[in-house]
C-alpha cells in the first residue's frame, strides 16, 4: 500500500499529465524499458518538463502496480512457446487487469535460458511473446494495445547458469504508456477516467487524514 504522500504525489502526477498531453508525439524510455508515449516531447525543455512533472515515474508506478497486483511473468517449457494452464490463468488475471484501464498499453518481452545459439534463442524469446499477445487478444484486449513483442532471447537471464532454467524460459508484460488520442480528450477529466482508482484512492486518505487532524487536534472543523 502507497503512503499518503505517495498517493498525493501520483495524483499531482496525473494532473500533470492532463495538462501536458495534448502537445504533439514523441517518446522516452524508461528505466523499467521500452519506448513510452508522452503525447509530444520534442525538444529537450519539454523532455525537462517531463521529468519534473513525474510522468515517467507515472508509467513505472503503473507497471508496478501491475505487476503487484497480478502475475506479470510466465515460464514456459524447454523449447517450448506452448502455454500451459498456469501460463493460461495468469495471462486471464493479466487481460482482466489490462480491461480496467482501456487507455494504457502494454509490451511483452519473451526470455529463454541460455541453452542454444543467440539466434535459436531470440526467435524462440519472439514466438513465446507472440504467443502471450495472441492468448490476450483472443480474451478481448484490443492488438493496439500491445504495441510491440520484444525478444531478448538468453540476454537477460533471472538466473546465471548454462543449465536449462525454468525461471530463465519466461515472457515479462509491462505498462509501456497511454494510447495517443484526438485532443479533446487530453484533459483532467482524461487523467480521471484512466486512473480514477487512483484518484479515489488518495480521496480517501485525504479525508481520513483530515478526519485524524480533527479528532486528535479538538479544534477541527
Same mark, same amino acid.
Given at each position: 500500500?502507497?503512503?499518503?504522500?505517495?498517493?498525493?504525489?501520483?495524483?499531482?502526477?496525473?494532473?500533470?499529465?492532463?495538462?501536458?498531453?495534448?502537445?504533439?508525439?514523441?517518446?522516452?524510455?524508461?528505466?523499467?524499458?521500452?519506448?513510452?508515449?508522452?503525447?509530444?516531447?520534442?525538444?529537450?525543455?519539454?523532455?525537462?518538463?517531463?521529468?519534473?512533472?513525474?510522468?515517467?515515474?507515472?508509467?513505472?508506478?503503473?507497471?508496478?502496480?501491475?505487476?503487484?497486483?497480478?502475475?506479470?511473468?510466465?515460464?514456459?517449457?524447454?523449447?517450448?512457446?506452448?502455454?500451459?494452464?498456469?501460463?493460461?490463468?495468469?495471462?486471464?488475471?493479466?487481460?482482466?487487469?489490462?480491461?480496467?484501464?482501456?487507455?494504457?498499453?502494454?509490451?511483452?518481452?519473451?526470455?529463454?535460458? =541460455?541453452? #542454444?545459439?543467440? /539466434?535459436?534463442?531470440?526467435?524462440?524469446?519472439?514466438? !513465446? %511473446?507472440?504467443?502471450? $499477445?495472441?492468448?490476450?487478444?483472443?480474451?478481448?484486449?484490443?492488438?493496439?494495445?500491445?504495441?510491440?513483442?520484444?525478444?531478448?532471447?538468453?540476454?537477460?537471464?533471472?538466473?546465471?547458469?548454462?543449465?536449462?532454467?525454468?525461471?530463465?524460459?519466461?515472457?515479462?508484460?509491462?505498462?509501456?504508456?497511454?494510447?495517443?488520442?484526438?485532443?479533446?480528450? =487530453?484533459? #483532467?477529466?482524461? /487523467?480521471?477516467?484512466?486512473?480514477?482508482?487512483?484518484? !479515489? %484512492?488518495?480521496?480517501? $486518505?485525504?479525508?481520513?487524514?483530515?478526519?485524524?487532524?480533527?479528532?486528535?487536534?479538538?479544534?477541527?472543523?
Amino acid at each position: 500500500m502507497r503512503n499518503s504522500a505517495q498517493r498525493y504525489a501520483l495524483v499531482g502526477a496525473l494532473v500533470a499529465l492532463a495538462a501536458l498531453a495534448g502537445c504533439s508525439g514523441d517518446k522516452f524510455r524508461s528505466e523499467v524499458g521500452g519506448e513510452y508515449e508522452t503525447g509530444g516531447f520534442g525538444n529537450a525543455t519539454m523532455n525537462n518538463t517531463l521529468m519534473m512533472t513525474g510522468q515517467r515515474d507515472l508509467v513505472i508506478s503503473l507497471t508496478r502496480k501491475f505487476a503487484a497486483d497480478v502475475p506479470n511473468t510466465v515460464n514456459f517449457a524447454f523449447n517450448s512457446a506452448v502455454l500451459d494452464g498456469a501460463a493460461q490463468a495468469a495471462l486471464v488475471q493479466q487481460a482482466n487487469w489490462i480491461k480496467q484501464f482501456p487507455e494504457v498499453k502494454f509490451r511483452v518481452y519473451g526470455h529463454t535460458d =541460455l541453452v #542454444g545459439s543467440d /539466434a535459436y534463442n531470440k526467435a524462440l524469446g519472439l514466438r !513465446r %511473446a507472440k504467443a502471450v $499477445v495472441a492468448f490476450l487478444t483472443g480474451q478481448g484486449i484490443s492488438r493496439a494495445r500491445l504495441e510491440a513483442v520484444v525478444s531478448y532471447g538468453k540476454t537477460q537471464p533471472l538466473v546465471y547458469t548454462p543449465e536449462p532454467n525454468e525461471q530463465n524460459r519466461r515472457t515479462v508484460t509491462e505498462v509501456t504508456g497511454l494510447l495517443k488520442r484526438e485532443p479533446q480528450y =487530453l484533459n #483532467g477529466k482524461y /487523467a480521471d477516467l484512466i486512473f480514477r482508482e487512483y484518484i !479515489r %484512492a488518495a480521496t480517501s $486518505v485525504q479525508a481520513a487524514d483530515i478526519g485524524t487532524v480533527g479528532n486528535g487536534g479538538g479544534g477541527g472543523q
